[in-house]
């Protein structure tokens, strides 16, 4: 009888187990799943229920290259994540009152003078920055892509090297735009202050008392001088093992951390900004994370947004307060549920172009069991919707050495209908906008407004969808530019397989010729591209064989298409094809000047 009763009480405890477990290992289960489906690497991440009960875990590969699988004690990178941790460090300055979000940051920062049209009344402050509303430019590619920028480079060198990137493009405090700059100029602040590298000053005043043992805002990588050996390796496509580089904007993008410490975070970020009892970080301040900040899209009602390094996102019918991390070989997310007192992170150590990323999110917000949003409700059109059609092009673009391409490609088209409007973009899928009150509307797939539509003070016809914004353009002039793009890349084409017919038809008899000269400018361009191939990716913003062979040659395009047409008009015995020759020349010169407006010849990656 003793042994039935110990037997039955083992096989219950047992089961208990199991069902304790269940949650987790169908998670795990999940994940693992999803992680072969998109053909990843492999994840860490972490959960936080409503208790303040953390749970981590991982699955994958540590390494491609030496098939190690991926530990929960493992390190991973997290990318732009690491914006929400520099901005509670930003708030803990403020708890201090040490730092005032509203002094001006040229005061903070003698040696930053910005280009601000708006100065007088308002000049950029920390808030804009923490807020990506102080109409800051993103970044440059050679920020990002150098192989010059060290774990010690002096963050001033960002600004130093070239003035203009401090230029301000919107009056601060009216619209979102991304600035990788702008936080970076957050982590000069933070050393201003406290006369401290801001990478000494976050780990030793932000996340040693949080006990996030685990995490450092230094630079870790796999390999060197700097290598540890819990680090996990990035890796892109086809598992290409990536180890972690230095980059000048290291304020936005580099921290290491585990899993574990990250629910350590999410749980501090959901609490009344306490430790021990005692005050930390003021409870209003970790409130404003994720609240939208004040802006003309604000003004209008539209409620999703950006604060204090995080963003209010509607997605997979809840909503929540999040922020993506993107860095070379890693993919990352945190996402918080303050009415909840729930969240998770979770970071992918392998940056793919193909994995939908979405997926993983969808699976740990199911795995929180949360509540749906309440739908907003739909409204009648409003009157004056008609003036709203048309086409709309992005205020800011994200890098400036694109801004053409960006312009081409990034336009969309808004076509009202009875009761819905069509959002038409030339690079996604349609968008159908539903009428939410005055003049905001509510995308099929978001539970409340996604898009305002409004008048700015000078008149232009704006659409915010929080994250971004559109200015109507004048169509004709929009379909002129893609006309010229389109007529230009015909021409260019044109003059190059007809170099090369004349080439293999007449030798080294037509390279002697003034007119080979646009068919030799178009063949050299082989060689940038060539040597581009052959060049580490990671230096795509130096001064390299193959960014300066670019420069000299896309210069000397539009000097050889003059010297095609002058040669047209020297040659006395034209040939049947002179003509049509002389227009593609002079359609491809047409291209070349308009690159040269927009700063694209020459195109220099390092500037």
Not at 428 to 444: E, M, R, V, Y
Request: hydrophobic fraction near 45%; aromatic fraction near 10%; charged fraction near 15%.
């Amino acid at each position: 009888m003793t042994r039935i009763f110990t037997l039955s009480l083992l096989f219950n405890l047992i089961s208990l187990s199991l069902i304790g477990q269940t949650p987790q290992m169908e998670l795990r289960g999940q994940i693992m799943t999803a992680l072969a489906e998109e053909k990843l690497a492999g994840a860490a991440w972490s959960t936080v229920d409503s208790n303040g009960v953390i749970l981590a875990d991982a699955y994958g590969t540590k390494s491609f290259g030496t098939k190690r699988p991926l530990s929960v004690t493992d390190r991973v990178q997290v990318g732009s994540v690491t914006k929400t941790l520099l901005a509670t460090g930003i708030f803990r300055l403020v708890t201090l009152h040490k730092l005032n979000l509203d002094t001006p940051v040229e005061q903070i920062l003698p040696g930053i003078r910005f280009e601000n049209q708006w100065a007088r009344d308002t000049p950029v402050t920390p808030r804009h920055l923490l807020n990506h509303t102080s109409g800051m430019e993103d970044l440059r590619l050679w920020q990002l892509f150098s192989k010059k920028a060290g774990p010690n480079t002096p963050l001033m060198d960002n600004f130093s090297r070239n003035p203009s990137v401090l230029r301000i493009y919107t009056k601060p405090g009216t619209q979102f735009a991304y600035s990788n700059m702008g936080y970076t100029l957050l982590g000069m602040i933070i050393e201003a202050v406290t006369k401290q590298r801001y990478e000494d000053y976050l780990d030793e005043f932000l996340l040693s008392p949080l006990g996030m043992t685990g995490s450092t805002f230094h630079f870790v990588t796999q390999q060197g001088e700097n290598a540890d050996k819990d680090l996990a390796m990035g890796h892109l496509e086809e598992m290409r093992p990536q180890p972690t580089v230095p980059m000048y904007l290291r304020p936005a993008g580099q921290f290491t951390t585990t899993a574990f410490d990250m629910g350590i975070f999410i749980r501090f970020l959901l609490s009344d900004g306490s430790l021990q009892h005692l005050p930390f970080i003021r409870e209003d301040l970790l409130r404003s994370m994720g609240s939208p900040a004040a802006s003309e899209a604000l003004e209008q009602g539209l409620e999703i947004g950006y604060s204090g390094g995080l963003m209010k996102r509607d997605f997979n019918k809840v909503v929540g307060y999040a922020h993506s991390g993107n860095t070379i070989g890693y993919h990352a997310m945190i996402y918080l549920f303050p009415s909840e007192k729930k969240g998770f992170f979770i970071s992918h150590n392998m940056d793919s172009e193909t994995a939908n990323y979405e997926v993983f999110n969808k699976i740990l917000l199911q795995s929180l069991n949360l509540r749906k949003a309440r739908e907003q409700k739909l409204t009648e059109m409003p009157a004056d919707i008609s003036k709203w059609k048309g086409n709309y092009v992005a205020v800011r673009d994200k890098i400036k050495s694109f801004a053409y391409l960006d312009f081409l490609a990034g336009f969309v088209t808004i076509l009202p209908q009875k009761e819905q409007l069509i959002f038409r973009q030339f690079q996604k899928d349609d968008k159908i906008l539903s009428p939410t009150g005055h003049h905001l509307f509510k995308s099929a797939d978001k539970m409340r407004s996604s898009h305002a539509f409004y008048t700015d003070a000078s008149g232009n016809q704006l659409i915010s969808t929080g994250f971004r914004t559109f200015k109507k353009i004048n169509s004709l002039y929009l379909w002129a530019m893609w006309l010229s793009f389109i007529l230009g890349v015909l021409a260019l084409l044109y003059l190059f397989i007809g170099g090369l017919v004349r080439l293999i038809g007449q030798g080294t008899a037509f390279l002697k010729r003034l007119s080979a000269i646009p068919f030799l400018s178009i063949l050299l361009l082989s060689i940038p591209a060539a040597l581009f191939m052959n060049q580490d990716f990671t230096a795509l913003g130096d001064v390299t064989p193959a960014s300066l062979s670019l420069a000299i040659l896309s210069s000397m395009l539009p000097i050889a298409m003059l010297a095609g047409i002058f040669a047209h008009f020297k040659n006395k015995s034209a040939s049947k094809n002179s003509g049509i020759e002389l227009l593609a020349l002079m359609l491809a010169l047409q291209l070349f000047v308009v690159l040269i407006c927009w700063g694209m010849v020459p195109f220099l990656l390092w500037v």
